[in-house]
């Protein structure tokens, strides 16, 4: 190993270890098809999966607000607009919390199950491909948990639902409709009501990453 390699390695072997959870935790989920089948523990892991991907937005590598201000929407003043510290917690806990929760309670209503699946799998292309493209980056925080955790329980929860009895039409409708609400009233509405241009809950240069420069927009 050179010593490059080795001296990246030595500051980063948290990070490293951390995509390599999600990587097995992934990678065993898939491979437990068939076996796994217990809705209430698989919507229970998506929702473990999703603090793990709201500390990959927000903390490591974190630069998401700073991707989503700066980047996506082009905000002059991208600390605390139109994305700020507080519409940022409002949407990922007290909206967020609960759309994943509800399934784990009711594991029995399959279309409370499904819409946070599908979101989830949703955002692998979101981070994947959506917002790098809307930013003009390379990465997005987020796409590691949402393909290592996210699409693999997800796959795995749709597999484990079809063989407990068929997922009817109804059962799609409602989902996706609950999904759409979700993004719509739960995602876009806050972000869109709650923006202040004058509002103190600024992030942090941190979080800006490598959005902190206006140049950066141009240049990824």
């Given at each position: ?7 990246i ?17 992934g ?15 698989l919507s ?9 991907h ?12 700073g ?8 905000s002059?003043q ?28 009711f ?20 981070h ?9 980056s ?13 699409t ?17 039409r ?11 609400t ?17 509002s ?21």
């Amino acid at each position: 190993m050179s010593a490059s390699v080795l001296d990246i390695y030595r500051k980063n072997w948290p990070r490293f270890g951390g995509v390599l959870g999600m990587i097995v935790g992934g990678a065993a989920t898939l491979a437990s098809r068939g076996k796994l089948t217990n809705l209430r523990a698989l919507s229970t892991m998506n929702g473990l999966a999703l603090l793990v991907h709201q500390y990959e937005e927000y903390e490591d590598p974190g630069y998401f607000p700073g991707q989503f201000n700066r980047g996506m929407f082009k905000s002059d003043q991208p600390l605390n607009y139109p994305l700020n510290t507080h519409n940022a917690m409002c949407i990922n806990t007290a909206i967020g919390y609960p759309f994943y929760a509800l399934p784990v309670l009711f594991p029995k209503v399959k279309w409370l199950g499904i819409a946070p699946v599908l979101f989830g799998i949703g955002q692998a292309v979101g981070h994947g491909v959506i917002f790098p493209v809307m930013s003009r980056s390379k990465y997005s925080p987020g796409f590691l948990a949402s393909i290592f955790l996210h699409t693999p329980i997800g796959v795995t929860y749709l597999t484990a639902l079809k063989e407990q009895g068929s997922i009817t039409r109804g059962d799609w409708f409602k989902s996706v409709a609950y999904m759409v609400t979700f993004a719509f009233f739960g995602v876009a509405s806050p972000n869109l009501f709650f923006k202040d241009k004058l509002s103190p809950h600024a992030f942090t240069e941190r979080q800006m990453g490598p959005f902190a420069n206006p140049a950066a927009i141009s240049t990824q």
